[in-house]
Nanobody, 111 residues
């Protein structure tokens, strides 16, 4: 399973970005996003099960929205009202016979 993420970049505080992650095969289980800021541990951002059940970190609730297109094996993360503390490398995640990770995409929010 390969996960190809895109959509990171540099944005000002209050701005928006949309991350996309395409899987190379059908994912019938959880897909989502984690992030790792410099000097910190990787943490959950948002996940979505194949049936649509979502889970968000408290720090992003109300600002981020996860969605997925099962026909395209793709998961998205719409990030609004970005804050400097959202700066991190964002990793796409999928579960298929074990945890699978993408390479990561940098999101930088300037103050």
């Amino acid at each position: 399973v390969q996960l190809q993420a895109s959509g990171g970049g540099l944005v000002q505080t209050g701005g928006s970005l949309r991350l996309s992650c395409a899987a190379s095969t059908t994912i019938s289980s959880t897909m989502g996003w984690y992030r790792q800021a410099r000097g910190k541990q990787r943490e959950l951002v948002a996940t979505m099960g194949s049936g649509g059940t979502t889970n968000y970190a408290d720090s992003v609730k109300g600002r981020f929205s996860i969605s997925r297109d099962n026909a395209k094996n793709t998961v998205y993360l719409q990030m609004n009202n970005l804050k400097p503390e959202d700066t991190a490398v964002y990793y796409c995640y999928a579960y298929k016979l074990g945890s699978r990770w993408g390479r990561g995409t940098q999101v930088t929010v300037s103050s």
